[in-house]
């Protein structure tokens, strides 16, 4: 039995179809975010090699992905590959660089019917070639789609992204096209890596840590956290949408007071 945290309990007795069916009953979040920890755990309780936990999540991603545009997500980002994972092994490294390539040569053709689009954050020109060379055939083939956004955080890290954002900025500031008073939130927010997505609604971070790493912090500020005890690998729809079921009985309220409390 995995534990969800933070009072995320689930109703066990639904089915797959029927929580998929309550869950397009209300507003399903637009934005969904995963920290898919737990590769390495997975494999070690097998005595596997760390890499082999690696690619059975390759396939957790696979499920997620599908379910999340069966319902309706409007984007998915993966963290994949973070700015500090440079430290791992070169063995771990060649490997995940290595995952990109195997999932979109055996998950672009169904991707493309499913009207899913690519896309990727993260400085990806640092990525091995033939990592770089699968992200730019999917993102190209996919970028007239219009269902989900499946969006890859590779060689990802929220400080890398904001220093680059200030830069950016400052840039602009020096040449002229802004002055320091047009910095405010918003300015900030469209020099971001995800300036063309909506803020998460909801972050999933499985393994059991209950830690951002370098997330999207940015981002997340009124972002809804959900975790659990699950690896990345034992993962699944179930999880995915009772995660989605918790989110939507949360009360968002942003700072303010909603409804009832405002009298
Ligand atoms: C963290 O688990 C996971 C990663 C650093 C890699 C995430 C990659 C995947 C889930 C594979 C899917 C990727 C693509 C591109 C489809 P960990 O290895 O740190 O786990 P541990 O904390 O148990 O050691």
Redesign the pocket.
């Known amino acids: 039995m995995f534990k969800n945290f933070l009072g995320n309990k689930a109703n066990t007795a639904l089915t797959i179809e029927q929580r998929k069916s309550e869950c397009m009953r209300e507003a399903v979040p637009s934005h969904i975010a995963i920290i898919?920890?737990?590769?390495?755990?997975?494999a070690k309780k097998r005595a596997l090699p760390?890499v082999a936990?690696?690619r059975e999540?390759?396939k957790?991603?696979k499920k997620i992905t599908r379910c999340a545009s069966e319902i309706g997500v409007k984007a998915l980002t993966?963290?994949?590959?973070?700015t500090e994972?440079w430290k791992r092994p070169k063995d771990e490294v060649d490997f995940?660089m290595r995952?990109?390539v195997d999932?979109l040569d055996t998950f672009l053709p169904e991707l493309i019917e499913r009207n899913v689009r690519v896309e990727t954050i993260g400085d990806s020109s640092v990525l091995p070639l033939h990592t770089q060379k699968a992200l730019t055939e999917a993102m190209e083939t996919t970028k007239h789609n219009t269902g989900l956004v499946l969006n890859?955080a590779l060689n990802y890290g929220s400080r890398d992204e904001m220093v680059k954002a200030m830069k950016a900025i400052m840039m602009r500031v020096a040449e002229g096209e802004l002055t320091a008073e047009q910095v405010d939130e918003d300015c900030i927010t469209a020099h971001l890596m995800t300036a063309h997505l909506p803020e998460p609604d909801l972050l999933i971070r499985t393994?059991g840590e209950v830690r951002l790493s370098n997330f999207m912090l940015w981002q997340l500020a009124y972002t809804e956290l959900w975790f659990t005890d699950m690896?990345?690998p034992d993962f699944n729809e179930a999880a995915f949408l009772d995660a989605v079921m918790s989110y939507q009985k949360r009360n968002r309220r942003y700072g303010g007071l909603k409804g009832e409390e405002t009298k």
Do not use: E, K, Q
């Open positions: 898919m920890d737990g590769n390495g755990r997975w760390r936990g690696h999540g390759m957790t991603v993966v963290y994949a590959f973070s994972n995940l995952l990109p999932f890859f393994s690896l990345w």
